[in-house]
Antibody, heavy 120, light 106 residues
């Protein structure tokens, strides 16, 4: 059974960098059939796709965040990570990692999510 | 960006009811439509992909239909464990986008 788990600091100061890691078990991130994605949900709002990475290292980001976001792989650890620079309070929310089918675009499974608060 | 509009945003129902949620895409997305169930503090769960394919392990009371721009999720004989928020998501174009959610409550 595939399992994803997010980890990282829960509190980040404004203007600093948000960094999260997603640890994958039960599948290999070099599985070519999938992308590895980050999604977030601000408090009381809907879901926003952040971006994805493929095992080849190619990335694609939501244009709304492209100037501030980096997704990278750590294949020996079977992890992928998210970096979001210059955060503000609007970056507060629950951050999810997920595996996505390349062919059909559905996400399964998802991590449980981690709440990151941007505050001084 | 492809906008996904869900309706209603919330609904009240009882155990045993039949519930239908709709999702409209701002442009054609063929069958690249998925539905997720989300409970507080839990990971979203994939229930329907390809507009109408039931994900493995999901009860058959869930069904999906639609094509292009109009889609629906139906829950037959609502159970206690089905009270949650449901989201649609298009996988046709980037950025991938989600509907605003439908909260199903008692």
């Amino acid at each position: 059974q595939v399992h994803l788990q997010e980890s990282g600091p829960r509190l980040v100061k404004p203007s600093e960098t948000l960094s999260l890691i997603c640890t994958v078990s039960g599948d290999s991130i070099i599985d070519g059939a999938f992308f590895w994605d980050w999604i977030r949900q601000p408090p009381g709002k809907g879901l926003e796709w952040i971006g994805r990475i493929h095992h080849s290292g190619t990335t694609y980001y939501n244009a709304s965040l492209r100037s501030r976001v980096t997704i990278s792989l750590d294949t020996p650890q079977n992890q992928f990570s998210l970096r979001l620079i210059s955060v503000t309070a609007t970056d507060t929310g629950v951050y999810f990692c997920a595996r996505r089918s390349q062919n059909s675009g559905w996400f399964d499974p998802w991590g449980q999510g981690t709440l990151v608060t941007v505050s001084s | 960006d492809i906008q996904m509009t869900q309706s209603p945003s919330s609904l009240s129902a009882s155990v045993g009811d039949r519930v239908t949620i709709t999702c409209r895409a701002s442009q054609g997305i063929s069958m690249y439509l998925s539905w997720y169930q989300k409970k507080p503090g839990k990971a979203p769960k994939l229930i329907i992909h390809g507009a109408s394919s039931l994900q493995s392990g999901i009860p058959s009371r869930f069904s999906g239909s639609g094509y292009d721009t109009e889609f629906s999720l139906t829950i037959n004989s609502l159970q206690v464990e089905d009270f949650a928020t449901y989201y649609c998501q298009q996988g046709y174009g980037t950025p991938l986008t989600f509907g605003g959610g439908t909260k199903v409550e008692i």
